[in-house]
T-cell receptor, first 112, second 113 residues
Framework: GQQLNQSPQSMFIQEGEDVSMNCTSS?????WLWYKQDPGEGPVLLIA?????ELTSNGRLTAQFGITRKDSFLNISASIPSDVGIYFC????????????FGTGTRLKVLA | EPEVTQTPSHQVTQMGQEVILRCVPI?????FYWYRQILGQKVEFLVS????????KSEIFDDQFSVERPDGSNFTLKIRSTKLEDSAMYFC???????????FGPGTRLTVL
């Protein structure tokens, strides 16, 4: 079945540093989405990308939809302690029910 | 801002018991989904539902699982006879059109003892 490889699995960074994470797949996706999940809660949408090559920002977050439609990255600039959490990419399949395939998550810890 | 809600937030049950997890999708949405996340693992698709029928289900969604939209607002997931490995967070999601962004509820944590 389709799989999304997300890296890194976890990262510890100092407050103020920039963060970069990415997702890759052998499958093509219609849409790439990035979610943040806090412990015990549901995923919260951060950024949605709808076109190959699209670069979208949401505050300190920037994400890009890869040209091949098989990858995406998320950057967080000038990290702050509340950025801590698990970040998931999700690719929406281009046909059928358009279900989401989730990546394995990047656990981010920010050291003050 | 409209949001997807889920009840209960936490359900504890004995193995072999039936559980029903409830979701109220965003009111004008037409497509409904259930996902599951075992602790420490990624979110996995279970089932999608549209026009009062299942449009797709994963291999996880076996005969022990069923979904229903009993009225105009609720969307339920029933597990007929729970197993230990059903312990997970269950997320409901909805959208207006199939290709639209899906909006997730806060989840129900199911613990099977």
């Amino acid at each position: 079945g389709q799989q999304l490889n997300q890296s890194p699995q976890s990262m510890f960074i100092q407050e103020g540093e920039d963060v970069s994470m990415n997702c890759t797949s052998s499958s093509i996706f219609n849409t790439w989405l990035w979610y943040k999940q806090d412990p015990g809660e549901g995923p919260v949408l951060l950024i949605a990308l709808y076109k190959a090559g699209e670069l979208t920002s949401n505050g300190r977050l920037t994400a890009q939809f890869g040209i091949t439609r098989k990858d995406s990255f998320l950057n967080i600039s000038a990290s702050i302690p509340s950025d801590v959490g698990i970040y998931f990419c999700a690719g929406q399949l281009p046909r059928g029910t358009y279900k989401y395939i989730f990546g394995t998550g990047t656990r981010l810890k920010v050291l003050a | 801002e409209p949001e997807v809600t889920q009840t209960p937030s936490h359900q504890v049950t004995q193995m072999g018991q039936e559980v029903i997890l409830r979701c109220v999708p965003i009111s004008n949405h037409l497509y409904f989904y259930w996902y599951r996340q075992i602790l420490g693992q990624k979110v996995e698709f279970l089932v999608s539902f549209y026009n009062n029928e299942i449009s797709e289900k994963s291999e996880i969604f076996d005969d022990q699982f069923s979904v229903e939209r009993p009225d105009g607002s609720n969307f339920t997931l029933k597990i007929r006879s729970t197993k230990l490995e059903d312990s997970a967070m269950y997320f409901c999601a909805s959208n207006f059109a199939a290709a639209d962004t899906q909006y997730f509820g806060p989840g129900t944590r199911l613990t099977v003892l």
